[in-house]
């Protein structure tokens, strides 16, 4: 019969892999409630709440207007149907586990070999595409909406019209994109969980990492450095263009 004991040390590793990513959020929360636009999501939101004022006040640009969400919807699409694929992979995934369970943890160094904890696994790492497929499908559906939204004539007609009404719409489409991207991310533990504690631990701390230097907006200072000119300041006083008289170049 199989103890608790048996799974102490991989209930350890998915409990401290947990508290790193909750920490990381929770520090990220608190740099945003500072700075809303210190993670590339929070200028994002600006970015598609000025993209709606400008599209609904010029009814020049509904061509523009259409292409852009076309593309937007496209992209969800293309995600959702891969969180469909990697589903059904996943439950195929789990009529495998007595043939392959043991051949997976041949690099497992103190982690449990039993069966019901594969099972438990697999079905964490179904939730977490459901979870993806869930929501790149709820972002389909939002910004449908917003197709009609964005074109209508008088958006002065009804409060669910206005401009700002329509830009929450479009965020909540791209936080529901945004939460299916995390369920993708966050899938990269749980796979190597499948091969032992010790690998969700590294991989947690890896995510977490490659998080930090993903989500942050590049501050302005650095923006600055990026556009500033290599030849220097003191170079740039002490040359001057030479001025060449039109009539003088192409005089015969």
């Not at 061509?63 to 469909?84: C, D, E, H, K, Y």
């Not at 992979?89 to 051949?103: F, M």
């Not at 964005?150 to 019209?161: I, R």
Request: hydrophobic share 55%; aromatic share 12%.
């Amino acid at each position: 019969m199989v103890s608790f004991a048996d799974f102490e040390t991989d209930v350890m590793a998915f409990a401290l892999s947990a508290a790193i990513v909750a920490a990381y959020y929770g520090f990220l929360n608190m740099k945003v409630r500072a700075n809303p636009t210190y993670t590339i999501h929070g200028v994002n939101a600006l970015a598609r709440s000025l993209w709606v004022e400008n599209i609904m006040r010029n009814s020049n640009k509904d061509v523009m207007a259409v292409q852009t969400m076309r593309n937007f919807i496209m992209g969800s699409s293309l995600m959702a149907s891969t969180a469909a694929l990697l589903i059904i992979g996943t439950l195929t995934l789990s009529g495998q586990a007595e043939n392959i369970s043991h051949s997976w943890h041949a690099l497992n160094l103190k982690g449990s070999f039993a069966t019901e904890l594969w099972i438990i696994k697999v079905m964490l790492l179904l939730v977490d595409f459901i979870v993806a497929f869930f929501a790149f499908a709820m972002s389909v559906r939002l910004a449908n909406h917003v197709v009609f939204m964005v074109n209508v004539p008088d958006h002065n007609a009804h409060h669910n019209l206005s401009p700002k009404a329509v830009a929450r719409r479009l965020h909540r489409a791209g936080n529901m994109f945004a939460i299916g991207m995390r369920a993708f991310f966050f899938a990269v533990p749980l796979v190597f969980w499948l091969f032992g504690p010790y690998f969700l631990l590294i991989s947690s701390i890896g995510l977490v990492v490659a998080l930090y230097h993903l989500d942050r907006c590049e501050p302005e200072d650095a923006l600055e450095a990026d556009v500033r000119p290599a030849i220097p300041s003191h170079a740039m006083q002490t040359v001057t263009p030479q001025v060449v008289s039109m009539q003088a170049k192409y005089a015969k």
